[in-house]
């Protein structure tokens, strides 16, 4: 069957299809024009019966190349060479059905592990003729070592890849299965062009490691899960970017890429246990996003696991992991190393709640968003009218992973005291609420404040004040109205009454404060001490008067002026001289 295209354009659309049974045995060509135009598109399937010994050719000289679709309802690809006779035994017993003579490709359509077989050199061989994609109907592909090692790619003759015959290009291959895709042994694929594994209601699982022994970029995607903790996807590339979708979990056994980047993405969990390694120096060069269907701010959902997994990039290369809360991430603090600053929260693959930008290294981003506790320090208490000390704030709670609150805050928060202040302008005697605010979070943390308190004690004073005698012992507030420790602008009396110790002229006598107490606007931020509190008691002015006969003399003797003209009475005073 002829459906090239003659000089430009893309070749045709062939499908041999039925309903029971389809046998192809003869070319099916579907050539690009010479002078322009893709391969075009053949499929070869049959419901229940599917025998392929043909060749079809969908190469385009001035465009890409076309498809091969292959549609059996399950198949097993084993490793033979064209033309020879296979040998397989019932991985399950029944009715394995021995394919012979020279077709390539046969199906019995009975159920796995009593399966079609498809060799590894019929999709070598339709390799070098285009893109061939393999497409299971109701059950799975599985590739087995039933003979030897299977190794796919494009030859150009009847020797395989495997002896030496490889022509590697940029045709794809693809293998579609309808539930699972497995294997039980190391297998490899060579080509430049892209391999994709698609298991659309199943997983995709294997013992041994996929090689890709050229620099060809390999597709995983699986409805389940990709790998598991006995059987960890291992890959060994060569340059390609390897690329993982799992819809349940993904288990990350030993995977190298060469230059290429690896990237994992997982509704649920990804498991690594193995070493994930990547020669990129690029900004993506390892990107491991688990839960990805959850959004950011939400803990739960899927978590990165090392099970003694480990990763390195090449210098300059950057690996970012996506993954749910800081609980369940275990091993990963360790991975990315505590303390490093490397750590960021409350943002996702789409969404970005940090500022801090990321760099070289390994990176951990959590969907978790962890709340910093932010207190006021409290200062020791001062007397009042003293300079208020330096209001600085700490975070007391929440950080995670080793990070410091210098890691954390790009601005750390002031800190603001509330409360009266008196007359001279200064925050009165008790406690103030101080108020930490303003902190500006850099790594996507929530954050939270707790206040702190000033408390500012009473200043002791003491009064003092002068009077003249009065023949009393009384210390009243008009007379010790002077406070020793005002500071300027305040306001504060002097009431009741005290007493010294007798009521004769002294200086500095003690008083005996009585019911002396402090009043006035701004009293309340003064402490009346009990010691230390003066009055000084000065003379009466007096004079002294008398009378004398006339004696011839100008002198006034004592019993001559002996008349105190300010006496009080009950006092007694005496004049001499």
């Given at each position: 069957i002829s459906a090239d295209a003659i000089t430009n354009g893309s070749g045709g659309k062939v499908v041999l299809w039925a309903n029971d049974s389809t046998r192809a045995y003869g070319s099916i060509m579907a050539r690009g024009g010479a002078q322009g135009g893709d391969g075009g598109f053949v499929e070869v399937s049959g419901k229940h019966y599917l025998d392929f010994r043909g060749m079809v050719d969908t190469r385009a000289p001035m465009g890409q190349a076309g498809t091969l679709l292959l549609d059996p309802d399950e198949i097993q690809i084993i490793n033979a060479a064209g033309g020879a006779t296979l040998a397989m035994t019932c991985l399950g017993g029944g009715n394995c059905t021995t394919p012979t003579?020279?077709?390539?490709?046969?199906?019995?359509?009975?159920?796995?592990?009593?399966?079609?077989?498809?060799p590894d050199?019929?999709?070598?061989?339709?390799?070098?003729?285009?893109?061939?994609?393999?497409?299971?109907?109701?059950?799975?592909?599985?590739?087995?070592?039933?003979?030897?090692?299977?190794?796919?790619?494009?030859?150009?003759?009847?020797?395989?890849?495997?002896?030496?015959?490889?022509?590697?290009?940029?045709?794809?291959?693809?293998?579609?299965?309808?539930?699972?895709?497995?294997?039980?042994?190391?297998?490899?694929y060579r080509n430049l062009g892209q391999l994709t594994l698609q298991a659309n209601a199943g997983s995709i699982a294997g013992t041994g490691t996929l090689t890709l022994v050229g620099a060809s970029p390999v597709l995983m995607q699986a409805a389940t899960d990709i790998g598991s903790s006995v059987t960890p996807m291992a890959i060994s590339g060569n340059g390609g970017n390897v690329t993982i979708s799992a819809g349940t979990?993904?288990?990350?056994?030993?995977?190298?890429?060469?230059?290429?980047?690896?990237?994992?993405?997982?509704?649920?969990?990804?498991?690594?246990?193995?070493?994930?390694?990547?020669?990129?120096?690029?900004?993506?060069?390892?990107?491991?996003?688990?839960?990805?269907?959850?959004?950011?701010?939400?803990?739960?959902?899927?978590?990165?696991?090392?099970?003694?997994?480990?990763?390195?990039?090449a210098v300059g290369g950057r690996a970012t992991l996506f993954t749910g809360s800081v609980a369940g991430s275990t091993g990963l603090t360790t991975l990315v190393g505590s303390g490093s600053g490397n750590f960021r929260y409350n943002s996702d693959e789409t969404t970005t709640k940090?500022?801090?930008?990321?760099?070289?290294?390994?990176?951990?981003?959590?969907?978790?968003?962890?709340?910093?506790?932010?207190?006021?320090?409290?200062?020791?208490?001062?007397?009042?009218?003293?300079?208020?000390?330096?209001?600085?704030?700490?975070?007391?709670?929440?950080?995670q992973n080793g990070d410091t609150a210098g890691q954390a805050l790009s601005t750390v928060a002031t800190v603001t005291v509330a409360g009266p202040t008196s007359s001279s302008g200064n925050q009165t005697a008790g406690s103030h609420t101080l108020t930490p605010s303003g902190a500006v979070d850099q790594l996507g943390y929530a954050l939270s404040y707790v206040n702190g308190a000033l408390t500012v004690t009473k200043l002791d004073t003491n009064i003092s004040g002068t009077r003249v005698y009065d023949q009393t012992a009384t210390a009243a507030a008009a007379n010790v109205g002077t406070v020793s420790a005002l500071i300027g602008g305040d306001t504060v009396t002097v009431s009741g009454t005290g007493s010294v110790a007798d009521k004769n002229v002294a200086v500095g006598k003690a008083v005996t404060n009585g019911t002396l107490a402090l009043g006035g606007t701004d009293a309340g931020n003064y402490s009346l001490l009990a010691a230390g509190n003066t009055m000084s008691i000065t003379p009466l002015n007096t004079n002294i008067s008398g009378t004398r006969v006339y004696d011839g003399s100008a002198t006034a003797a004592a019993s001559n002026v002996g008349t105190v003209s300010a006496l009080i009475g009950g006092d007694t005073v005496t004049v001499s001289g």
């Open positions: 003579g020279t077709g390539p490709y046969f199906d019995s359509a009975s159920a796995y592990p009593t399966v079609g077989i498809l050199h019929t999709i070598n061989q339709q390799l070098a003729l285009g893109n061939v994609t393999v497409q299971t109907s109701t059950g799975g592909i599985f590739i087995s070592n039933v003979n030897s090692t299977v190794t796919l790619g494009p030859t150009t003759g009847a020797t395989d890849v495997a002896g030496g015959n490889a022509a590697s290009n940029a045709n794809t291959l693809t293998l579609n299965s309808k539930t699972y895709i497995s294997w039980n042994a190391a297998w490899s979990s993904a288990t990350l056994g030993n995977i190298t890429t060469g230059t290429g980047t690896i990237s994992a993405t997982s509704s649920g969990d990804i498991t690594i246990s193995g070493a994930i390694t990547s020669t990129n120096s690029g900004t993506s060069a390892v990107v491991l996003n688990a839960g990805s269907s959850t959004a950011a701010g939400t803990a739960t959902g899927g978590n990165i696991i090392i099970s003694g997994g480990t990763l390195a990039m940090y500022t801090a930008s990321l760099g070289a290294g390994t990176y951990a981003v959590y969907r978790e968003q962890p709340s910093l506790t932010i207190t006021a320090n409290s200062p020791a208490a001062i007397n009042y009218g003293a300079a208020t000390p330096a209001l600085t704030s700490a975070v007391t709670a929440g950080l």
